[in-house]
């Protein structure tokens, strides 16, 4: 026969509550394969390779365009960027921004096979994101880290391996994948393993002037 245990009076009317701040979002989303063409938004992401220096920000032995826009030159990518566009209410709306914000510049990222991209941040910005093109489970990860400097603290005392502590967190390419995260968050991407070009273009949210 089992003991049973009796609450105390203390035990009966004490409560914790507990309450969560500085959670840091991530979105991501598929956009419906009837309302772009991939194909032609691939040929145009070489074609603009073929006809662009490139430059070097975070990129390691990847090339990367010169900022884009969207217009009638590249109509396949711009009308990708406009249909990203049109989530951005919805995002913005679940971050608490009551700004107006729009889709300032973008850029297309060829990543062959040993490429990889620095940690960095996108400064000015309030939302960035990047959208997969082409890209497989061996592309190379792209990678959020945690800017909280507590985290060096937690690590001597607890599991770091959930949400809350853990020191960073992968999400792995996928053709015709969006993420979206707040431009502050430090991020990288892993090195491209396969031997498949990762194709991606990035873009940045900012305040409408």
Same mark, same amino acid.
């Given at each position: !026969?089992?003991?049973?245990?009796?609450?105390?009076?203390?035990?009966?009317?004490?409560?914790?509550?507990?309450?969560?701040?500085?959670?840091?979002?991530?979105?991501?989303?598929?956009?419906?394969?009837?309302?772009?063409? =991939?194909?032609?938004? %691939?040929?145009?992401?070489?074609?603009?390779?073929?006809?662009?220096? /490139? $430059?070097?920000?975070?990129?390691?032995? /990847?090339?990367?365009?010169?900022?884009?826009?969207?217009?009638? %030159? $590249?109509?396949?990518?711009? +009308? &990708? =960027?406009?249909?990203?566009?049109?989530?951005?209410?919805?995002? =913005?709306?679940? &971050? /608490?921004?009551?700004?107006?914000?729009? &889709?300032?510049?973008?850029?297309?990222?060829?990543?062959?096979? +040993?490429?990889?991209? %620095?940690?960095?941040?996108?400064? %000015?910005? !309030?939302?960035?994101?990047?959208?997969?093109?082409?890209?497989?489970?061996?592309?190379?990860?792209?990678?959020?880290?945690?800017?909280?400097?507590?985290?060096?603290?937690?690590? !001597?005392?607890?599991?770091?391996?959930?949400?809350?502590?853990?020191?960073?967190?992968?999400?792995?390419?996928?053709?015709?994948?969006?993420? =979206?995260?707040?431009?502050?968050?430090?991020? /990288?991407?892993?090195?491209?393993?396969?031997?498949?070009? $990762?194709?991606?273009?990035?873009?940045?949210?900012?305040?409408?002037?």
């Amino acid at each position: !026969m089992g003991v049973v245990m009796k609450k105390t009076e203390q035990e009966k009317v004490m409560q914790i509550f507990k309450e969560e701040w500085w959670a840091t979002p991530i979105w991501y989303f598929y956009i419906p394969e009837t309302q772009i063409d =991939l194909n032609l938004i %691939k040929k145009e992401c070489y074609k603009e390779k073929l006809n662009n220096k /490139g $430059r070097v920000i975070s990129n390691i032995n /990847g090339w990367q365009s010169e900022d884009i826009s969207i217009d009638k %030159k $590249r109509p396949h990518i711009s +009308n &990708l =960027l406009e249909k990203i566009a049109l989530i951005i209410p919805a995002i =913005l709306k679940d &971050l /608490g921004v009551c700004k107006e914000l729009h &889709l300032t510049n973008a850029w297309i990222n060829i990543n062959p096979k +040993n490429s990889s991209n %620095k940690v960095h941040i996108h400064a %000015k910005s !309030m939302l960035s994101g990047v959208y997969y093109v082409s890209a497989n489970k061996d592309s190379g990860d792209i990678v959020f880290y945690n800017d909280d400097k507590l985290n060096m603290i937690y690590s !001597m005392f607890v599991d770091t391996n959930n949400k809350n502590t853990c020191s960073s967190i992968k999400y792995k390419p996928e053709t015709n994948k969006i993420i =979206l995260f707040p431009s502050w968050i430090p991020h /990288g991407v892993d090195i491209n393993n396969s031997k498949e070009d $990762r194709i991606s273009i990035a873009f940045n949210i900012e305040i409408k002037n």
